[in-house]
C-alpha cells in the first residue's frame, strides 16, 4: 500500500526487528514521514491520525511486535 506521497504506509516485514531498525528503515524508504515513534506496547497515545508520522510498538526487549502503519 503507497502513500499519499507514494512511499510505503505499511511495513509488516519489520515485525521480529529491532525498533531503533525498523524507524531507521521507515525513515529511508518513506521520505514523507517525519516522525516515527518507537512506543513500548501498551503505551497510552493519542487516537488521531497523523500522515506524517509511524508508530512503531516494541516489547520490553526493543522488538517490534505490531506491523508499523503510517497515522
Known amino acids: ?3 499519499e506521497c507514494g ?3 505499511s511495513w509488516p516485514e519489520l515485525v521480529g ?3 531503533e531498525v525498523a524507524a531507521e528503515t521507515i ?3 518513506n521520505t514523507c514521514i517525519i516522525t516515527v515513534d518507537i512506543l513500548l ?3 497510552i497515545v ?3 491520525y497523523v ?8 516489547d520490553k526487549n526493543g522488538i517490534v511486535v505490531k506491523v ?3 497515522g
Do not use: Y
Open 7 to 9: 512511499g510505503k504506509s
Open 41 to 43: 506496547e501498551g503505551t
Open 1 to 3: 500500500m503507497a502513500s
Open 27 to 29: 525513515k529511508r524508504e
Open 51 to 58: 500522515s506524517t508520522r509511524v508508530r512503531v510498538w516494541v
Open 46 to 48: 493519542t487516537a488521531d
Open 17 to 19: 526487528a529491532q525498533g
Open 68 to 70: 508499523p502503519i503510517i
